[in-house]
């Protein structure tokens, strides 16, 4: 039995994965799993993790589909042996002892049932870790009549803390989870595809009556502020899984006033350029599901 389980997903990105399980080795003293998913990458990307094979504690795994962020962890997930599982995104590199100081937040608490650490870029600047759910108070209002009506304290993310907070959503890219919590709120939902998954994990944690939190001491690098252009496709699925988010998890009229804020937003940016006019029209599409980039998915041969 190991301590901790470390599912990771690679897709066409394995010097990443490789580099992220060097600095797993370098600053974890816990006994752990590595369990890398290959989501669907090329023949010759996937052939670059065969080195990691006969490592012990490391188990490979390839699926012949693109399942998503949400199914390929799941997939992972099947395969872990431990009470703990932390999800961590393999574009990251541990600054400090990420792993152990989590697992010790969660074992002296046992009313933690999500924990994730503080986030840097490449060059060492702190990035936003936590975030508030989606609220019709915050998106119609702002965050200070959203805070101002909220039941219980709302912390600032643009603020640095010394001690773990409760927060209402983490990061992705970085998910301690008892496994026990995991498990008893029916783990990822692997109806999204990309996208909005944090915000479903930690409202379901939340609601089941555990805590979310964030660690400020434990360090971590999230690789992803690498400049991208835009990308239509990409910007359809977080729509798409944004109006999933919503319809999961609100009545009728919250629903379809957070529905009609995205429309707003994007009417505004319509006359932009022609990608915001694009995703303007296909917000008035019915069913956004059939466009989602799980249906352009296909299996490869090896």
Same mark, same amino acid.
């Given at each position: 039995?190991?301590?901790?389980?470390?599912?990771?997903?690679?897709?066409?990105?394995?010097?990443?994965?490789?580099?992220?399980?060097?600095?797993?080795?370098?600053?974890?003293?816990?006994?752990?799993?590595?369990?890398?998913?290959?989501?669907?990458?090329?023949?010759?990307?996937?052939?670059?993790?065969?080195?990691?094979?006969?490592?012990?504690?490391?188990?490979?795994?390839?699926?012949?589909?693109?399942?998503?962020?949400?199914?390929?962890?799941?997939?992972?997930?099947?395969?872990?042996?431990?009470?703990?599982?932390?999800?961590?995104?393999?574009?990251?590199?541990?600054?400090?002892?990420?792993?152990?100081?989590?697992?010790?937040?969660?074992?002296?608490?046992?009313?933690?049932?999500?924990?994730?650490?503080?986030?840097?870029?490449?060059?060492?600047?702190?990035?936003?870790?936590?975030?508030?759910?989606?609220?019709?108070?915050?998106?119609?209002?702002?965050?200070?009549?959203?805070?101002?009506?909220?039941?219980?304290?709302?912390?600032?993310?643009?603020?640095?803390?010394?001690?773990?907070?409760?927060?209402?959503?983490?990061?992705?890219?970085?998910?301690?989870?008892?496994?026990?919590?995991?498990?008893?709120?029916?783990?990822?939902?692997?109806?999204?595809?990309?996208?909005?998954?944090?915000?479903?994990?930690?409202?379901?944690?939340?609601?089941?009556?555990?805590?979310?939190?964030?660690?400020?001491?434990? &360090?971590?690098?999230?690789?992803?502020?690498?400049?991208?252009?835009?990308?239509?496709?990409?910007?359809?699925?977080?729509?798409?899984?944004?109006?999933?988010?919503?319809?999961?998890?609100?009545?009728?009229?919250?629903?379809?006033?957070?529905?009609? &804020?995205?429309?707003?937003?994007?009417?505004?940016?319509?006359?932009?350029?022609?990608?915001?006019?694009?995703?303007?029209?296909?917000?008035?599409?019915?069913?956004?599901?059939?466009?989602?980039?799980?249906?352009?998915?296909?299996?490869?041969?090896?």
């Amino acid at each position: 039995m190991y301590d901790v389980s470390i599912i990771t997903v690679n897709y066409n990105s394995s010097n990443d994965t490789l580099n992220m399980i060097e600095s797993v080795k370098s600053k974890t003293t816990l006994n752990y799993e590595i369990i890398v998913v290959d989501n669907n990458s090329s023949l010759e990307e996937y052939k670059k993790l065969e080195v990691i094979k006969n490592i012990d504690n490391i188990k490979l795994i390839r699926s012949r589909l693109n399942l998503g962020f949400a199914g390929g962890n799941m997939l992972g997930f099947k395969e872990a042996k431990s009470d703990y599982i932390f999800f961590l995104n393999n574009d990251t590199l541990l600054i400090n002892g990420v792993i152990d100081i989590l697992y010790k937040d969660c074992k002296d608490d046992d009313s933690i049932g999500l924990i994730s650490p503080q986030l840097f870029d490449e060059n060492a600047n702190k990035t936003t870790t936590f975030r508030y759910f989606p609220s019709v108070a915050e998106k119609f209002f702002g965050k200070g009549f959203a805070n101002f009506i909220a039941t219980k304290k709302r912390y600032n993310n643009k603020k640095e803390y010394e001690n773990i907070i409760d927060v209402e959503v983490v990061s992705g890219a970085s998910m301690f989870f008892q496994r026990e919590c995991f498990e008893n709120i029916g783990g990822f939902d692997t109806d999204f595809f990309l996208y909005c998954e944090e915000e479903d994990l930690s409202k379901r944690v939340s609601d089941s009556g555990l805590k979310v939190c964030f660690e400020p001491n434990a &360090h971590l690098i999230h690789l992803c502020g690498k400049s991208t252009g835009r990308n239509f496709k990409v910007e359809r699925e977080f729509i798409i899984s944004y109006f999933r988010l919503v319809d999961k998890h609100f009545g009728f009229i919250k629903k379809n006033l957070l529905k009609l &804020h995205i429309f707003l937003k994007y009417l505004f940016k319509a006359n932009k350029n022609e990608t915001n006019k694009k995703l303007f029209d296909f917000i008035l599409e019915k069913d956004k599901q059939k466009y989602s980039l799980r249906n352009e998915q296909k299996m490869s041969d090896e």
